[in-house]
């Protein structure tokens, strides 16, 4: 059970950071899961586990993270559509 739950709040770590980037809308669903476990990692790795926790995560840090993350991927993707 513990599964679901660390998918469903990364799911909407990654929706908040697609939110807050502005670039969500064409991000599915699998894609902010995605964006929310990675940004999570990188987020409690650069700055720590503090703040609030849900299903094992920091929420401030894993957004920041996920924020971060999302703004360097859609940067790499945008260069690389532009040179298609």
Known sequence: MHWIWVLIVGGIIGLIAGAITRRGGSMGWIANIIAGLLG???GE???GSWGPQLAGMALVPSIIGSVVLV????????TVKDKA
């Open 45 to 47: 790795g650069i700055l």
């Open 40 to 42: 999570s990692v990188l």
């Open 71 to 78: 703004l360097v991927v859609s940067l790499i993707l945008g």
